[in-house]
């Protein structure tokens, strides 16, 4: 069964734009030959707009606030971070934090937080 996730957006009759993650889903007849599409849509319109809040309180901290995924590959610099260490968001970006940017006498503590907190451990 083969289905797909895809977030787009529609106007409103009253002209407003707004957000759909659409649940689109084969529909198959009793030879499993593809008759049609069955979609399933949602109003992620206020979800969208949490994020670009959440995307700004974070940018435009105080604090510099930085983000790795599960590779350890920066996917969160902000401009605090920015203005701190002096790398662009773009020079950070899809690099590893530990290798490329920690100093080589904590990469192995560093490296050990960061595999804790990827397995949902309380860090210190």
Not at 4 to 13: C, D, G, Q, R
Not at 60 to 79: C, K
Request: hydrophobic residues 40%.
């Amino acid at each position: 069964r083969e289905t797909a996730n895809f977030e787009f957006p529609l106007m409103t009759k009253a002209g407003v734009r707004i957000y759909v993650l659409l649940n689109a889903t084969t529909r198959r007849d009793d030879q499993g030959n593809v008759i049609g599409v069955v979609g399933i849509g949602q109003d992620i319109t206020g979800r969208r707009a949490q994020e670009r809040e959440y995307t700004r309180l974070i940018d435009t901290a105080n604090a510099p606030i930085f983000g790795v995924d599960t590779e350890g590959l920066v996917n969160v610099w902000n401009q605090c971070a920015m203005r701190l260490v002096g790398y662009c968001t773009n020079e950070v970006m899809g690099h590893s934090l530990v290798k490329e940017f920690i100093t080589d006498d904590y990469k192995t503590a560093v490296q050990a937080v960061l595999d804790r907190a990827l397995q949902g451990a309380e860090t210190e």
